[in-house]
């Protein structure tokens, strides 16, 4: 389909259409997976055109294939952003578009919940190079306004952030941040809502960052990443970050997987959000549970900015219990239908304990500081029935 044709369709079609490769003369339903490293060239003179970027065709893998081209199309689309391509990883996109982004002397300013190696990549490796870096709660909106710099150029968060479940207002920090410099880009790791939930761009964000490895493939087969935001910056990414800086490139293979994940991207985040909010439910009635973390719940601190920021909840919970360390190990390690995982977003049910796993990049007075307990343990609920989801949680609630 032609991008003409795909104007004003909605967001169930542009899942499954856009960017669809054809072949004529053979055309698949599928796209074919293009395993190819390099491209020929007709002569030497196209081959130079290619290279100047006076002609676009492919050249090479790493600057472009039609795999990773179809994956760009459609989270571009899905986003509502300009431009989009797909990477190696979600810390792949994090670090190319940080490396496009920055340079010595530069200051980024960042949410102080993050995924763990995000945490560790801003703190130990960009200050290497010497940008300033400074992390805050941007929940509270007094101390983006307060530490915003002339030198800032970036600013980074997640909502809701990993692992906490904290929400950072998108428009709110957009508004601020482009009142101070319009210049200074706004970067909105998306990985928990996906676009079905948020879009960050239509909120006033720059940029918009995913780990694909979670819900965008949704089967826990992938690892892969994605960045999304204006042609010009996108391009950049591309020709200069990716291609140059990390060389996080993506497989065809990879691409034609997450392609396939795309397509049931809506259905899969309503079952997930679904089973979150029962299970979400569920857990904060229970007796030995001391505290839920969930957008969906009243309880949370930030329910109304979740009613209005996002479609839906999303499938993310974290929780306390009101018992020892032991306790809640015996627990996780009782569950049998609840996996023992890091990552998020697949079919299955994965539980983890982020302060010694997906977090442990944190020292215990930075947990301490972005609010992340050593109690805590997240799960990133399943498409599982719920009912099977919370027969486990009650099994292993029941021995300690
Ligand atoms: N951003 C967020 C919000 C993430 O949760 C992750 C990975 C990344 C970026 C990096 O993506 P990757 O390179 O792994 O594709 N989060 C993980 C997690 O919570 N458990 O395992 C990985």
Known sequence: MSEHDMKGQGFSTKQIHVGHFDIPGINPLA????????????DTEQGARRFTGDET?????????????????????????????AVGSGMGAVTTAMWTALRAGDHLLADDSLYGCTFSYFTHGLTRFGVEVTLVDFSNLENVKNNLRPNTKAVYFESPTNPNLKLVDISAVSNIVHAHNPECLVFVDNTFCTPCLQQPIKLGADV????????????????????????????????????????????????FLINRGFKTLDIRMEKHCKNAMIIAEHLEKHPKVKRVLYPGLESHPQHELAKRQMQDFGGMISFELNTTREESAKFINSLRLCTLAVSLGDAETLIEHPATMTHSTYTAEELLKANIPQSLIRISVGLEDVDDIIADLEYGLSLI
Request: charged content about 15%.
């Open 31 to 42: 796209t074919p997976i293009f395993q190819t490293s390099t491209f020929v060239f007709d």
């Open 208 to 255: 918009v960052i995913h780990s694909a490895t979670k819900y965008l493939n949704g089967h826990g087969d992938v690892i892969a990443g994605m960045i999304a935001g204006s042609s010009a910056f996108i391009s950049e990414c591309n020709l200069f970050g990716l291609k140059d800086m990390t060389g996080a490139v993506l497989g065809p293979f990879e691409a």
């Open 57 to 85: 065709g492919y050249i090479y893998t790493r600057l472009g294939n039609p795999n990773t081209t179809q994956l760009g199309e459609k989270l571009a689309a899905l986003e509502g952003a300009e431009a989009a391509i």
